[in-house]
């Protein structure tokens, strides 16, 4: 028996869009997450059921979607156990399914026209058989996807000419800038142009890609259940890099759940004000009256770099520990202000405020320096995300590993020390290659290790790796 609509619960907010270009996002209460590619167009719907399926499952109960594709509209109600009732579908005027049947207002708007069972994303060992009372013929949550006309009927169908349509004047070959380093770059300003190498090629598709824009916010994090990772230097790399390039308002928030490090390492504003004090104002803040300039009262303005820093408390009295709602309160508010969230965590992959960013994270980021204990401290913290399935999982499958040289052969100046540390840092990189999207090598910079960080400060090659670094993180938006 079907599910009424006015039975499900319209909080939260979630809307499934599939585009014609093979993208598609699930967008959870303004949070958008990336739905994995597919080969069709029903591949792509059944994913984006797939992640509505996991937050009915982390909810509890069914929950209503949106659902929007290049073939029409409506609503479904999915259920924790991956049933799909359809509530509404509308077709789009222009229909690409030959044979279309009229729309009517009993097919465009029926009260719930059939209930669905979600494919599962591997087949079972034996496949069970459904009864014969829940069969659907050519049952699909969305509508299929468009049937090509083939034969002598599409053959007589055929122009005799080309649509004006199918051309264009316009030249769209991208114009490839001479080059601007080394002895090329140094032969063009003598006025021989030169193309550039294939390392200023490189240099700039990750300026290109780090300076791109993305709709709606986008949220990172940056975890490693072990102290000591890199990650506060990593969550300053990236909102640094992110914030130059793209210009997109960046914040970089420490969400450890008592005191984190971020504000040591940073600027320090003409205030002392902290999360604490961001969530006590968030009803004056999500104010449609408040001027957006408003926030500067409660984070700390990084000058050079072009970023936003908001402080975990720092009150040694204190006591505060910073609960699931109190993370929603100031996502919120952030995503109002700021297109770019980088979230700095605590070493607790089971605090509430640690599970509840993971909720709210778009990218996945893992710093590690070459040590092994902090290399498997990263394993067991995505091991432990992978092991939770659904969204969780695919950040882990999706995350960026940020491998850091030691410090500590630097220090000793050793010619042997320094190879073993380099060698050492090469292992850990290709013993997360398999496991994850993409993984990356920082080479040691004393700028990194003690006192404010600042990008300036790091040395050409570190510049350029963390450049890298922060493209990897943004090809996944």
Do not use: C
Not at 313 to 340: F, K, P, S
């Amino acid at each position: 028996m079907g599910t009424s609509p006015t039975q499900v619960m319209a909080f939260p907010s979630i809307k499934a869009i599939v585009r014609d270009n093979g993208t598609a996002e699930v967008v959870v209460a303004g949070n958008s997450r990336i739905v994995p590619a597919g080969e069709s167009l029903q591949d792509l719907r059944n994913n984006a059921l797939s992640l509505v399926v996991g937050e009915a499952q982390t909810l509890q109960r069914p929950v209503r979607v949106q659902i929007e594709d290049p073939e029409g509209h409506g609503e479904l109600i999915v259920h924790p156990d991956d049933k799909i009732e359809s509530v509404s579908y509308e077709p789009r005027t222009t229909r690409r399914r030959a044979e279309a049947p009229a729309t009517t207002p009993e097919t465009a708007a029926p009260s719930v026209i059939e209930t669905l069972t979600l494919p599962a994303p591997e087949p079972a060992a034996l496949p069970v058989e459904p009864p014969v009372a829940a069969v659907v013929p050519d049952a699909q949550p969305w509508p299929p996807a468009a049937v090509e006309q083939t034969g002598p009927a599409a053959e007589e169908a055929a122009p005799t000419r080309r649509s004006l349509k199918d051309t264009s004047f316009l030249v769209s070959a991208p114009v490839l800038e001479p080059a601007t380093r080394g002895w090329r770059g140094a032969l063009t300003r003598l006025g021989i142009r030169m193309n550039p190498s294939d390392e200023e090629l490189s240099e700039r598709e990750d300026i290109r890609t780090v300076s791109q824009h993305w709709p709606g916010p986008r949220t990172i994090a940056v975890v490693n259940r072990k102290g000591g990772a890199n990650k506060t230097p990593t969550v300053v790399m990236l909102s640094a890099i992110l914030a130059r390039y793209s210009g997109a308002a960046t914040v970089a928030w420490d969400n450890n759940e008592s005191q984190g490090t971020l504000g040591w390492r940073t600027e320090k504003g003409s205030h002392d004000r902290s999360v604490l004090d961001l969530i006590d104002s968030s009803t004056e803040l999500l104010s449609p009256s408040t001027n957006a300039a408003e926030i500067a009262m409660f984070v700390h303005h990084q000058t050079a770099d072009k970023f936003d820093v908001l402080r975990s408390d720092e009150n040694e009295e204190g006591d505060h520990e910073v609960t699931a709602e109190e993370v929603d309160i100031a996502h919120q508010v952030l995503t109002r202000y700021y297109r770019l969230v980088v979230m700095d965590s605590g070493n607790t992959a089971r605090a509430a405020n640690w599970r509840r960013m993971i909720d709210h994270t778009n990218q996945l980021v893992v710093p590690v320096t070459a040590i092994e204990d902090r290399a498997e401290a990263a394993r067991l913290t995505l091991q432990t995300l992978e092991s939770r399935g659904g969204h969780e999982a695919e950040l882990a499958r999706n995350a960026v590993v940020i491998v850091s040289e030691s410090t500590d052969a630097k220090r000793s100046m050793s010619g042997d020390a320094l190879k073993r540390a380099k060698d050492e840092a090469e292992r850990i990189a290709k013993g997360f290659e398999p496991f994850v999207r993409a993984v990356v090598r920082i080479p040691y910079d004393p700028a990194l290790v003690n006192g404010p960080i600042r990008y300036e400060a790091l040395q050409p090659a570190t510049q350029r790796a963390w450049l890298a670094a922060a493209a990897s993180v943004a090809a996944g938006f």
